[in-house]
């Protein structure tokens, strides 16, 4: 079971286990102020997209959004800084990349700070270029939101400067636009959320982050002017991070902070039709490219534009999918139309029919 | 919902720019699937929930029930005025104003969509 896959509703009532610390349980721990390796990614999950895409990962601004904070101090504003938030996720036990991903249930946003505490009114402002409507995150959709609930607890509580613990929750449909109040913030920031502010009878069943790999905070000490975000139950993590001092390649700058994402297995999601198989023999002649997302192959007949748009097999890595039985990548082959197929049929299919699982340690077509 | 990161989102909307002023031809459904085909030969490969939206009525259908493609008619041969992508993958494909398709990806795990154009290919979950 991939908890990083979607967020989902509220966590099921387990027994709660002890744990180290109810409060700053899992993700990355944060080391103030250092540079600290990011875990190594597993497989192609470390390398995606386009050259130098993958340097390219979070982008902080300032409350307007309006000053990027492209990894460095350049934009910094005397007396006020941007945190990135940055979630990190974990995919059996492997740290994903940092908001790199299309597929995976990142969540990157900036919050303004002012001083040591968070400055309510930059709550819900999309950072740039994140200038959606839809930035009072989470959820893209009336259902989908609801089933989140965000906790941004400030990493100052030990100062006592601000509150300890606060939720985001979906916008309500009714509500004005425009900052939130101080109220509203106080009422939606929940410290708890991550076990539906129920910490006393929920737990979180997934326990993702308290893998080696890059969890395991375990108290409130956080420093402050930092901050933590949870959503829901945990599959994912991130680290809130100070203007300037961004992810960028495989190192993280790690201030302080601890983003806890819900974002579970899929519901439902549609079996898998076919067994792990590598992916079909690429007829010669064709060409191949990388995918603009995912960190895929893609193989077609020369001269076809756009590609896939006609026969082809697209070969996508490790990592690529949450599914369980696509831990190890999947492709999918499609037809002259561009649809894809299912290759025990040769009939169009679902995803679960079209999307083939690969085999652990299948070679990408024309590597070795 | 799955998030895209910046260059994702940059890369992801600067491929759809290239719709905007074309004219939507045609929807190829099959059995698990929607193409959405484009005057220039891009094509939107649809597994997904989208919704169509008019004004102040929406229909939804999914790229993987083949019915719910007759939705889509209505804007069969209509340029695409406006086309946009949000944080989390959602693309809007306006036609007129208040009158489009959003194409919603499901956090199924599975690729929602994939959009094809002479610039690459781009798969969404």
Redesign the interface.
Known sequence: M?PC???SPPVPAVPRRPRSSPTWSRCRPPHPGALVPRPRLRGAARAR??P??QD????ASDSQGAKPCHGDNSSHVAGRSCVVIALQLYLDGYPM?T??????????GVVSMSGAGFDPNAIGQ?PS??A????D?????AD?AARFQVALTDAAATSGSTPAGRTWQPKQTDRPPGPLTQTEVTQRLQHYAYVNNDPLNLTDPRELCDNPQGCGRSNGSLPGGTGALAIGATAACAAAEPCGVIELGGIAAVAAGVIILNAQ??KN??PIANPPQPPPAIPEGWVS??????G?T?YYPPGQ?????GESI?V?PPGS???PG?EDGYW?KTNN????I?PATG?????????VPRPPLTPTPGQR | ????????????QA?LNGLKALIFVGI?V????M?LHFSD???L?V?CPFEVYDGGTSNKGHG?SPGTAVILFGFLNEHVLDVSV?????ITLEFSAGRGIRI??D?????SY?L??????????
């Open positions: 991939d896959s979607s967020v997209g386009p130098g895409h390219r990962n979070v982008v990349a908001c790199r991903t299309m597929h995976r249930p990142v969540l990157c999309p270029p994140y959606s409507a839809d930035w995150f989470p959820g893209t959709s989908t297995t899929p999601p549609q490219s990388p995918t603009n997302s995912g895929g893609i534009n756009p590609p896939g748009s697209r996508m999918s949450p599914v696509l999918v139309s561009g649809q894809p299912n009939g169009t299919g679902t995803r679960g029919e079209t999307h | 919902m799955a998030s895209l990161s910046q260059a994702e989102w940059e890369h992801l491929d190829l099959g059995i698990g699937s193409v030969g891009s094509s490969l597994q993987e949000d944080v989390v993958g959602r919603i990806p956090d199924s795990g599975f690729e994939v094809r154009t002479s610039k690459g290919v781009s798969p969404v979950y």
